[in-house]
């Protein structure tokens, strides 16, 4: 038993952050909600912490109901966006708060306290910090001491409110690795909450797209990228070309092997799914505008001259021996052949 | 850019003439003394009492204001209620309001026959008005705003996620208070604890009314310094006058480490 | 209607009574220390009905008051906003040594007792000070006089719009000048066109708060007036010697003014640090 949200919804004024929320996370995964900004998945985040108070619905954490718990009763480890990490206190009172908060029944003595703070530094490979004071620190090591601290109470379940953001692109890519070993080593539930759909994919062991207050759909990185449940999240994971059957030239379509739908006339294409080859009679055509570099793979442009109102731009993706094996230049004609594609209304 | 020199030749001036000279003729006055003459005039018993009383009143009334400011300060921030813009900006009332003005509303309220001055008296059997409690009560006054001003701002800007993560890492509300609230807060508190400590120290206008001015009891240095120039006892005047400088002197300098900290405290993170 | 409420946590909201504490205690403290006073000037005031208000307000003594009050803030005023725009121009946009000193020097007067104020005028220019027997010999009252009473209320206005000026222009920076001097425009063009419209919140807040301080100033003043009825008692002397006389008409009448003043400049204050703040705001806004 991990998390349970059941019926959750929250309202601020007329705002419907959150409508209806179901959600069942397993014990021990490491679960992205991912959605765009306005979406709900920090509020959803916040009331599973019982930093927020859903107005209705329940919550449950290893199978107890904890919706009327405060936050202090919930065992929870959280990590703030901006780490919060108490300025007035050096990286190791930070870590040890959790610790000299609890009851005095329950409380370690400081010897003990102490051995356990050298150990969470260890483990964040920040041992020589214990006397820093946090504006003393870099970004990524704040985000690691914040870390550690919402660790030090051993929580059920850690949560991370965009724990990437607030870090440059280069601290962030080695972060997200740390952050899935991290979890690998403990198997503590986490959730953590993105904008970046790369971050999700490469991090997560599960994920929740969110939109407007509702999941659009629950999985694994490759399930939601695979098999995307609707247009929103086939659009929102990844690159994809939309093809609608009332603005496209049908017999282009139709030329382009795109097999005929059974349900719905809007066709998401992602860009590996899309192959070229030289330009023969009887095929679909378009006229090969620009390519990019993207390490193995290279991203073609194509314009569709045929299609109805616009002149609307094709990605394809194949890899780079592929590409040059067709011998094309700008301004030349290929010919477009559509291998597979998820159809929505 | 243009007018460095103009600017800052006129400033210069300005601050020589209005302010630096005048002060200059205080302590070259005070250097026609003889040293034992300097010590005589300190040392008088009228003299050491006043400096007790000053300092004294302006200690105990700081601190109530500190305490009272923050009360005034966190509620002003953290709680709605109705006409809060309104008590928002009565609050520099002491700062708008000529010290003449406040000193004879204060003795009037405190005076036994006075409002507040007949409900204490009747309830404590505490005589507030002419009495060194007179004095403590009018730097309260003068000394809240001091306080209010300072903590708010740094109220205001408090990361109140600092409050979430000491929850969630399982502190109760109290806790959070003592360990992560009240130690954000201390400088600014401190800073205004000295401001209203310093403005307090020099007040004349708000207090003399309420004092009772006996000496000994109830006698500020300002009056004492205002009663020796009356009496044309311009050494004794001088001699008192250059040592309240001094004091002041100092508390500016420890007021500016304190804003300084307080000011790398507000500018991190 | 249903109307939704927001609930907070438990653990993050403060206990309601501690809250009912906290809003209590200061509508007390307010109450009491600010609300009374102000009340209390109006009924001390009017005690006795409007007809010895007025007569006491008319008094010629009172009305000799009043023209002196008005004729030291309208020359300190001017003055004080001079060198205020003087000196943040030369702290805010030029970097020179002991710049830190020149800011500690200007807010001095801030923190010297307003007798001492007065006391070093005398020092100066007393019948036993520096310049007395020079004077004396001239024919030229300072001290007991009505210049005394200009000087001691230059001194304790001293910093009121220079440290209003400097934080404002030091966060506005210099870019927009430069941008005009760039352009062509002369440096009192630029101060003019730039500069002046870039302060003008900040700056009537400045002049704002001098001008209360001038107009009720009474520890310095009363050192170096020398209490003369008629020639040398602004406002709040009178004030006092009203009061002193029992009076207390007459004495509550002159405090009705000085607190009418208060209060117009508290809601003025207001205003402009609403106004400052939208413009603090937009300038942010558009600089990102």
């Keep these: ?345 | 850019m243009p007018g460095f020199r103009p600017a800052i030749s006129f400033t210069l001036v300005y601050l020589a003439l209005i302010v630096l000279i005048p002060l200059s003729a205080l302590l070259l006055k005070t250097f026609q003394l003889s040293p034992e003459q300097f010590w005589a005039i300190l040392t008088n018993a009228r003299v050491i009492a006043s400096f007790r009383v000053t300092f004294g009143s302006a200690l105990l009334a700081a601190a109530v204001a500190g305490v009272f400011g923050f009360i005034i300060a966190w509620t002003l921030v953290r709680y709605p209620f109705p006409g809060k813009r309104l008590f928002d900006a009565l609050i520099d009332l002491p700062f708008a309001l000529p010290t003449a003005v406040a000193g004879i509303v204060l003795a009037t309220i405190y005076q036994p026959s006075g409002v507040i001055g007949k409900a204490i008296m009747s309830l404590l059997g505490v005589q507030v008005a002419y009495q060194p409690l007179g004095i403590v009560f009018a730097m309260i006054f003068i000394g809240l705003p001091f306080v209010v001003r300072t903590i708010e701002p740094v109220l205001q800007e408090f990361d109140t996620a600092m409050e979430e993560a000491a929850a969630s890492l399982g502190a109760n509300r109290w806790q959070t208070f003592i360990k992560v609230i009240l130690p954000n807060i201390l400088p600014a508190t401190l800073t205004g604890f000295a401001l209203a400590f310093a403005r307090g120290v020099g007040e004349y206008g708000s207090v003399i009314f309420i004092a009772g001015n006996m000496p000994y009891i109830s006698e500020i240095v300002p009056l004492l310094i205002m009663t020796k120039l009356e009496q044309y006892d311009y050494a004794g005047a001088t001699a008192i006058g250059l040592v309240m400088l001094v004091l002041s002197f100092i508390l500016l300098l420890l007021i500016n480490l304190l804003q300084g900290w307080l000011r790398r405290q507000r500018g991190q993170l | 209607m249903n109307v939704s409420v927001t609930r907070k946590p438990l653990s993050l909201a403060d206990p309601n009574g501690f809250r009912y504490l906290s809003i209590g205690l200061t509508l007390a403290i307010t109450s009491l220390f600010l609300v009374l006073p102000l009340a209390t000037v109006l009924t001390e005031a009017f005690s006795k009905g409007l007809g010895p208000y007025s007569d006491s307000l008319t008094h010629p003594d009172t009305l000799a008051a009043i023209r002196l009050t008005l004729l030291t803030a309208a020359i300190t005023v001017p003055l004080t906003t001079v060198f205020g725009v003087a000196a943040a121009w030369a702290v805010a946009r030029f970097s020179f040594p002991g710049k830190n000193l020149l800011v500690t020097l200007i807010d001095l007067p801030f923190s010297v007792s307003p007798v001492i104020a007065g006391l070093i005028y005398v020092l100066v220019f007393g019948a036993q000070g520096w310049l007395g027997p020079w004077l004396a010999a001239h024919d030229i009252k300072i001290i007991f006089a009505v210049p005394g009473i200009i000087l001691a209320t230059l001194f304790v206005t001293f910093p009121f719009v220079a440290r209003e000026l400097i934080p404002l222009m030091q966060e506005i920076g210099c870019e927009e000048e430069e941008a005009a001097l760039s352009l062509g425009a002369g440096p009192w063009q630029m101060f003019f066109s730039i500069t002046l419209p870039n302060i003008k919140w900040g700056l009537l807040y400045g002049v704002l708060l001098c001008n209360a301080r001038a107009m009720g100033e009474f520890g310095a003043v009363s050192v170096v007036s020398g209490h003369i009825r008629g020639l040398t008692n602004t406002l709040p002397l009178h004030v006092e010697v009203t009061y002193n006389e029992y009076d207390f008409i007459g004495s509550f009448a002159g405090a009705s003014l000085l607190a009418g003043l208060a209060v117009v400049t508290l809601i003025v204050k207001t205003f402009l640090e609403w106004r400052q703040a939208q413009d603090l705001k937009a300038a942010r806004l558009a600089s990102e």
């Design chain 1, 1 to 345: 038993m991990g998390i349970i949200l059941n019926n959750i919804s929250k309202k601020f004024g007329d705002f419907t952050a959150l409508d209806n929320i179901h959600l069942d996370i397993p014990e021990g995964e490491l679960v992205a909600l991912l959605g765009p900004s306005g979406c709900g998945k920090t509020t959803l985040l916040r009331i599973i912490a019982g930093l927020e108070q859903p107005d209705a619905g329940q919550v449950f954490l290893k199978g107890n109901e904890v919706t009327e718990q405060p936050v202090k009763n919930r065992q929870i480890g959280f990590v703030f966006q901006h780490y919060a990490l108490f300025r007035h206190m050096t990286v190791f009172g930070n870590i040890a708060f959790g610790l000299r908060v609890k009851p005095r029944k329950q409380r370690l003595s400081e010897a003990e306290i102490k051995d356990k703070v050298h150990a969470l530094l260890k483990l964040v490979q920040l041992d020589w910090l214990a006397n820093r004071f946090p504006e003393q620190l870099s970004g990524g090591q704040r985000q690691r001491i914040a870390l550690a601290r919402a660790l030090a109470v051993e929580p059920s379940v850690l949560l991370l409110d965009e724990p990437f953001g607030a870090l440059d692109a280069s601290v962030r890519k080695d972060l997200r690795l740390w952050l899935r070993h991290l979890h690998h080593e403990l198997n503590v539930t986490s959730i953590f909450v993105t904008h970046d759909q790369e971050e999700a994919m490469e991090v997560a062991s599960q994920i929740v797209v969110l939109n407007h207050g509702h999941i659009e759909q629950q999985g694994s990185p490759s399930d939601i990228y695979d098999h995307p449940a609707n247009a929103f999240v086939s659009r929102f994971i990844g690159q994809t070309n939309v093809f609608d059957l009332e603005q496209t030239d049908t017999f282009w379509l139709k030329n382009s092997g795109l097999p005929t739908p059974q349900i719905g006339k809007v066709a998401h294409v992602r860009p590996h799914n899309i192959e070229l080859a030289k330009a023969t009679a009887g095929t679909a055509q378009a006229v090969l505008k620009d390519w990019q570099h993207l390490g193995a793979l290279i991203r073609v442009e194509l314009l569709n001259k045929e299609a109805d109102d616009e002149v609307a731009i094709i990605f394809a993706e194949m890899p780079n021996e592929q590409f040059k094996a067709l011998q094309i230049d700008k301004g030349e004609k290929v010919a477009v052949r559509i291998r597979h594609a998820h159809w929505f209304h």
